[in-house]
């Protein structure tokens, strides 16, 4: 699915350590590397205005320096493009030109490190490599790179939570709030994740990594208290897979740091974080990686609603609204059983719907009791239950529960989609990581958690009370990159004690808005029933996949609107993350469309309006406080 398409290499060598230059190919973002005394550092600037100040690069491994005492041996420069396709991300044809330079550098005892820039006119990327990494047993102790900001910069940040804290100890899993639009320099004691927003002066920049393949672990960027200096933080000793390692071990690549820069717009429409995760691996059966969208009972009933009965009323949902999908959640082994999940993946089939398992990951990392459990750590225990599963018809595998970033557990993530693809799963991690762009790579791995999602809104009202604002920062920072499951969309009630604060047009927007290649919805068949016909129709209609994204305006968990495309038909969609009314603005000329359908909230609470508005004009639209609404173009 993923395929390289050209590379032009243009090669030079020298052997100076003067300041060298790469630039993006339109010329507005710029690099400037150097050895400052033996010791590596660059900058970036973004039409002639500095965003990242002098900032320190290299590696400590222990085998070697390779931080100061360097010298420039030399460089290779050369322009490259790709051209690869996705059906879990915001663009379906993806396009990544980038100039390249490689820095050759030695250490004083004659080991090689290259430091490879890739710079393209949505951001910058770059990664150390290793020639004689790989078996032969080094571990990285430290990585020096770093990013500083002028001390003026505002950021939105979320810090990672302790290790095997929270419930059942389960952190951390990427669940926390965001720090936002704060002056640089708040300190968390665990670092921040990632994707990390910054904005210096009129520039934004988020910052990522990529291209984890399970040598290295997942890190956070940590920052001294008041300090606009970001660097690299490696995870806590314990977040490892039982009994194993933390720490990056016989490194080729390190993975990429990614900064996109631009306005909001860049930000928001960038492919950057895939752009430089590596191409898919080959899947055995590349018919599988079907997106679409799923019912799902726990979201609403929690776990009284894993019965079989239940789990009919469920796919008949599905059916309904023509779905693909029906996730069944924890304990469906002791609760319903594998021959009457058999009955189930059948009878889906008879309405062409996939049944999605959920598994819990957890070996000795937390203390959560859900089952199944312990049937994922080994290869061979994966190989039996995978080989089961796919036996049943099942269409994937949701699991659940992991320990942090630690490298083993890292290479656990790997080793699960990489077993899950021989025996033809689709892949739902949560509890999880940031998937940091496996979703190219692995390109049955549909979407992961890793974000505050709408489970948290059903459990305390303090996240009802928070989600319009988390959610208006979601498509700047989690949901840049990576698929999301956010797990949306209550349209009527929660069935809960928690009363929900955002309106039903609000929640319908988040239908397009969010990004996963499948869309868990948080809608119970009781609910629909409260629903509009023409709002059924909307979610029946709605594309799996999106062509290409435009952003049309927003502020970080202020509000955001974000225009998709399917075919020749533009979804528009709005959210207001604050609790006043406000107005938006929107050319619906520069679509080229002939009719435009409006779908915002009615007059009453919970209910719809809809509307024809003409296509060839601006489109004036009111978002009611935590309130939002979906334009059809066509």
């Given amino acids: 699915m993923y395929k390289y398409i050209f590379l032009i290499c243009i090669s030079m060598l020298a052997v100076c350590a003067n300041a060298q230059t790469v630039s993006s190919p339109d010329k507005n973002i710029t690099v400037n590397f150097s050895l400052k005394a033996g010791k590596p550092v660059y900058s970036v600037s973004y039409k002639g205005t500095p965003v990242i100040l002098q900032s320190a690069l290299g590696i400590a491994q222990s085998n070697g320096n390779f931080y100061s005492g360097l010298k420039l041996r030399g460089i290779k420069n050369s322009l490259g493009g790709q051209m690869y396709t ?6 379906h044809h993806i396009t990544y030109n980038f100039s390249q330079f490689i820095y050759k550098l030695t250490n004083q005892t004659g080991k090689q490190m290259d430091v490879i820039f890739q710079v393209s006119n949505d951001g910058v990327a770059f990664r150390y490599y290793f020639p004689d990494g790989g078996k032969n047993g080094a571990v990285i102790n430290k990585e020096y790179t770093e990013y500083r900001f002028a001390r003026s910069t505002k950021t939105w940040l979320q810090p990672k939570a302790d290790a095997q804290s929270g419930w059942e100890k389960s952190n951390p899993s990427y669940e926390e709030y965001y720090e936002q639009d704060v002056k640089a320099g708040n300190y968390a004691k665990n670092g921040w994740i990632y994707p990390a927003l910054f904005k210096s ?6 910052i990522t990594e990529a291209g984890m393949d399970g040598s290295y672990c997942g890190t956070t960027l940590k920052n001294n208290s008041l300090s606009s200096t970001y660097h690299i933080n490696f995870p806590n000793k314990i977040e490892v897979f039982t009994g194993q390692d933390a720490l990056p071990k016989n490194v080729v690549y390190t993975p990429w740091r990614v900064i996109a820069i631009g306005g909001l717009k860049t930000i928001v429409e960038s492919t950057l ?10 899947l055995p059966d590349k018919s599988i990686v079907k997106p679409g969208k799923a019912a799902w009972s726990w979201i609403t009933s929690k776990d009284d609603s894993i019965t079989y009965t239940e789990q009919i009323r469920y796919v008949d949902l599905a059916a309904k609204m023509k779905w693909q999908y029906c996730l069944v959640d924890v304990n469906w082994d002791s609760k319903i059983g594998y021959d009457k999940i058999k009955q189930l993946a059948d009878y889906g089939a008879t309405k062409n719907v996939g049944i999605i398992l959920w598994y819990n990951s957890a070996g000795d990392w937390n203390t959560v009791k859900y089952q199944p459990k312990d049937k994922l750590l080994t290869h061979e225990s994966r190989d039996k239950e995978f080989a089961r599963l796919h036996k049943m018809g099942i269409k994937g595998v949701k699991i659940d529960f992991f320990g942090g970033d630690g490298r083993s557990m890292i290479q656990y993530y790997v080793d699960i989609l990489k077993d899950a693809a021989t025996h033809g799963l689709l892949v739902n991690f949560h509890g999880a990581t940031l998937p ?20 948290m809104v059903t459990f305390e009202q303090v996240g009802a009370d928070k989600q319009a604002n988390h959610c208006a920062m979601l498509p700047f920072t989690r949901n840049a990159f990576d698929p999301m499951d956010f797990t949306p969309m209550n349209l009527y009630k929660i069935n809960t004690h928690v009363k929900r604060k955002t309106t039903s047009a609000f929640e319908l927007a988040t239908s397009v808005l969010f990004l996963s290649g499948i869309q868990h919805y948080a809608e119970s068949p009781e609910g629909m029933t409260h629903v509009p016909d023409y709002v059924v129709s909307f979610l029946q209609t709605l594309p799996n996949y999106w062509d290409d994204v435009r952003f049309v305006d ?5 509000s955001v ?5 399917s075919g020749k038909k533009w979804y528009i969609a709005g959210i207001n993350g604050e609790n006043e009314g406000k107005e938006v603005t929107i050319n619906l000329k520069d679509f080229k469309t002939t009719k435009a359908k409006l779908i915002t909230d009615g007059a009453e609470p919970l209910s719809f309006t809809q509307s024809d508005v003409p296509a060839d004009q601006p489109a004036k639209i009111t978002m009611k406080g935590n309130g939002g609404f979906v334009l059809v173009l066509e």
Avoid: C
């Fill in 273 to 282: 974080g895939t752009d430089v995760a590596a191409h898919n691996i080959s």
């Fill in 201 to 206: 002066g009129n520039t934004w920049a988020l």
């Fill in 86 to 91: 996705m059906v879990n991300a915001k663009k």
């Fill in 436 to 455: 940091r762009g496996w979703a190219r790579t692995y390109s049955h791995l549909m979407t992961t958690e890793a974000v505050k999602g709408f489970e």
């Fill in 561 to 565: 609107v974000i225009a998709r495309q």
């Fill in 554 to 558: 927003g502020y970080p968990g202020k």
